[in-house]
């Protein structure tokens, strides 16, 4: 029901429903809970609206709000477990994932690495697949025992698995989502490969702060143990000339006028399995998030921003920003070598290779220019595997407002 003031007094105040809870992060902002029914008085911008809740005053998220009370998402609904785990029931991704030897590799060498420290010790194997880290960590080490989870259909294999390779008197493996299990134990070690496009997509990484919490043992170890978001401004010709490109004049014809509308279709969104080349970096790579796996916290994961402020080291055209990710492996060994999985450029290419985030406009770069600014990683109030990742930058200093531009990118839609 609208009740109408404005600037003469009369009300424009509007009605909105929360549809997640919003623990605010700013001193102006107004926390809500799911359901709760808000009174929206201005819609101070596109993303932040001032809104009143119980009397209290502040801005909120437009993007967690909506008009009316029902059909807000249910909790379960809102993991998408069905289609998730589904697509984990088949062999198709775990193909992917075993083929892919830098990933595979960096886990047997950091098993391989700490047998001594790892005798002895309760593993637990979180999204264990079909069950390699675990097989690994009983073939190569001397684990006590270890527990490997896995919330899909392919656990009943992994159950043959582990018996087939002799494995059957260490290894215990648990089909269900971690959340819901009650293990024998509390681990000494907690190993998981839970990395997703851009580190965080799937969010995944939210089960296993939640398995942390709950069964590693005080002072146990994270493996990973530090994961970081790396990002570079590069040039994209080819993915520019393929999708917006085409149309200047294919078969001579003038199709340039479709132009706009290609951007808005193949640039609102990244792309997922770009291969950059060292070549097409303008400027040093550069971490722009670093987690902690033993201090993070879950709601940190709601909002994470970076900042950034690259040099153009050569002349070029900024076509956007590509990222990828690393995580560090610590040795269970005091000053034991960190191992490290990398899925940047610079590193043996993986099956997760580099997100691509297109301008829509390029621009043309010289070496001294810098490319500074901001990007928040803004996870999805509903759809909770879901992000949105925003940049916002300015090109050669100059902080005047005409020179910020911004790109919202949404992460959504399992690949
Ligand atoms: N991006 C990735 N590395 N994804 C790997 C995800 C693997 O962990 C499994 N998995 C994900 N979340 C969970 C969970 N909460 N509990 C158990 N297994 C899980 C999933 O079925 C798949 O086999």
Redesign the pocket.
């Known amino acids: 029901m609208l009740q109408e003031r404005g600037d003469n007094g009369v009300d424009t105040t509007e009605e909105f429903f929360g549809v997640a809870d919003f623990s605010a992060y700013g001193s102006n902002q107004l926390r809500f809970s799911v359901g709760d029914k808000l009174l929206v008085h201005k819609r101070t911008s596109s993303d932040w609206w001032w809104a009143e809740l119980r009397e209290s005053f502040g801005y909120v998220p437009s993007s967690y709000l909506q008009a009316e009370a029902e059909n807000v998402v249910q909790e379960e609904d809102a993991w998408q477990d069905e289609e998730y785990?589904g697509s984990?029931g088949t062999l198709k991704l775990h193909l992917e994932?075993l083929s892919d030897k830098p990933r595979t590799e960096v886990y047997r060498q950091v098993i391989l690495t700490n047998p001594a420290t790892l005798k002895g010790k309760v593993v637990l194997d979180?999204?264990c697949?079909t069950g390699i880290i675990s097989l690994f960590c009983a073939s190569l080490a001397e684990p006590a025992a270890v527990y490997a989870?896995?919330?899909?259909t392919?656990a009943e294999y992994t159950t043959k698995l582990v018996k087939d390779n002799g494995c059957g008197d260490v290894v215990t493996v648990f089909q269900?989502?971690?959340?819901e299990l009650t293990l024998p134990e509390k681990v000494d070690v907690l190993v998981s490969?839970?990395?997703?496009n851009c580190l965080l997509f799937?969010y995944?990484v939210e089960?296993v702060l939640h398995a942390r919490d709950c069964w590693l043992k005080e002072g146990g170890m994270m493996w990973p143990s530090l994961a970081s978001i790396t990002l570079v401004p590069c040039e994209a010709f080819h993915n520019f000339s393929e999708k917006v490109g085409f149309w200047e004049n294919p078969y001579g014809l003038d199709f340039s006028c479709l132009q706009p509308l290609a951007r808005k279709e193949f640039f609102s969104k990244p792309k997922f399995n770009h291969e950059i080349q060292p070549q097409d970096c303008l400027c040093t790579p550069t971490d722009v998030i670093t987690l902690n796996m033993h201090t993070l916290q879950v709601s940190d994961l709601e909002r994470l921003q970076g900042e950034f402020s690259f040099k153009v080291e050569k002349a070029g055209t900024f076509h956007g920003f590509t990222a990828w990710f690393s995580v560090q492996f610590h040795g269970l060994e005091r000053d034991a070598a960190a191992l490290i999985l990398d899925s940047g450029p610079h590193s043996a290419p993986t099956h997760w290779k580099q997100t691509l985030f297109m301008l829509d406009t390029p621009v043309t770069v010289h070496p001294g220019d810098s490319i500074s600014g901001t990007v928040v990683f803004h996870r999805n109030p509903v759809w909770r595997r879901h992000l949105t990742i925003t940049f916002q930058w300015c090109i050669g200093g100059s902080s005047t407002e005409d020179s910020i531009q911004s790109k919202a990118s949404i992460l959504n839609g399992f690949i």
């Open positions: 785990f984990y994932m979180l999204g697949g989870v896995e919330a899909s392919v269900g989502r971690v959340e490969e839970w990395m997703g799937e995944m089960s």
